[in-house]
């Protein structure tokens, strides 16, 4: 039987998941839809929403989800009405209703299996898995120099360096975490530079993961790119080109001595342990991995309250949030 679990690209900002999920999207089986912004939000909302157990719950959430001016939902290019119809016919979970959003995206494709694409997604494994107990993530991992000169330029990036540090070191420590917990069917791991050196190796592997034949046009994401990429994110023009390695190292041209310092300083570690040689350059300023550490502690000080809340949450949740749509899906309910 082919697989129908929906699939998740996950990594740090700029280490090129949308290239991957042009990649994806463009085997025939498969649809991973532009970024959107109600899975991880409906999450949190979900207290406001009531029991889903309820129609007018269903249709409220639904309703949320298409027409907030915050979700993202008209990238989808769907028809709303009808989405909020298929949320209130369906069953009685907030999985569910997210879930009906993308199946809905793939359908619009001729596709029957369905993916989504948000860096920031390695954060939220757990709640993911919350909500698509049969989900699979793939993790895609680029050099942290590279994603640290790339967020420094990104007219979406308000933070500074030292952010942009922790964000990669935090991508890699998230990974290592899901990789020592979660089934070998579940996480999967590949590099930026190698997909781009040789993309039907890679490509290949990966689809032999996610249970799917590899198909030839999966090599060449530009042509999904014209179709799936929304035409104000000028920041991924790139994806319109051909595959291709020359911007692997490009930190080399775009980061300053002193933030090459502060990368191979603080990331050493990460950084040889996902294959990347570092030049030798000079210590950083004491200061300068203070201030990282600052930050460090700011962001995790954030998620542990964060995570206790939801914690506590749990104990009150208004009805059961997993999906009940794919065929594993449905298999736990039927074993529940």
């Not at 991957?20 to 406001?48: C, D, K, N, W």
């Not at 990036?157 to 990669?168: E, S």
Request: hydrophobic share 35%; aromatic share 10%; glycine share 6%.
């Amino acid at each position: 039987m082919q697989s129908d679990r929906p699939i998740f690209v996950i990594g740090c900002p700029r280490s090129g998941t949308t290239m991957l999920q042009l990649m994806l999207h463009s085997h025939p089986r498969i649809a991973v839809a532009p970024e959107t912004r109600f899975l991880v939000p409906g999450y949190y909302r979900r207290f406001g929403f009531g029991d889903l157990r309820e129609e007018a719950n269903r249709r409220r959430l639904g309703q949320w989800i298409a027409s907030d001016k915050d979700t993202k939902f008209k990238e989808l290019k769907l028809d709303g009405d009808r989405f909020v119809e298929e949320v209130v016919a369906g069953p009685p979970t907030l999985g569910s209703a997210i879930g009906i959003a993308f199946r809905s995206y793939a359908e619009r494709y001729g596709k029957a299996r369905w993916g989504d694409k948000r860096p920031s997604y390695y954060h939220y494994v757990d709640l993911i898995l919350r909500l698509f107990p049969d989900a699979q993530f793939v993790h895609l991992i680029r050099d942290g120099r590279d994603c640290v000169a790339s967020l420094k330029e990104m007219p979406w990036y308000g933070k500074d360096v030292f952010h942009a540090v922790n964000n990669w070191a935090e991508a890699i420590d998230f990974g290592r975490r899901h990789a020592r917990r979660l089934p070998a069917d579940s996480y999967y791991e590949l590099r930026y530079e190698d997909l781009t050196a040789s993309p039907e190796t890679e490509l290949t592997t990966l689809c032999a993961f996610l249970g799917e034949e590899y198909d030839p046009a999966m090599s060449e994401p530009c042509h999904a790119a014209r179709e799936a990429i929304p035409q104000h994110k000028i920041w991924h023009s790139n994806t319109h080109g051909e595959v291709t390695t020359a911007r692997s190292g490009s930190w080399k041209a775009r980061l300053k001595p002193w933030e090459v310092s502060l990368c191979e300083t603080v990331l050493a570690e990460r950084l040889t342990a996902n294959g990347y040689e570092l030049t030798g350059a000079p210590a950083a300023e004491k200061g300068q991995v203070a201030e990282v550490s600052r930050v460090a502690a700011k962001r995790r000080a954030a998620r542990r309250r964060k995570d206790l809340r939801d914690r506590i949450n749990r104990l009150r949740e208004p009805g059961p949030v997993a999906a009940q749509l794919t065929t594993r899906q449905l298999g736990e309910l039927v074993k529940a």
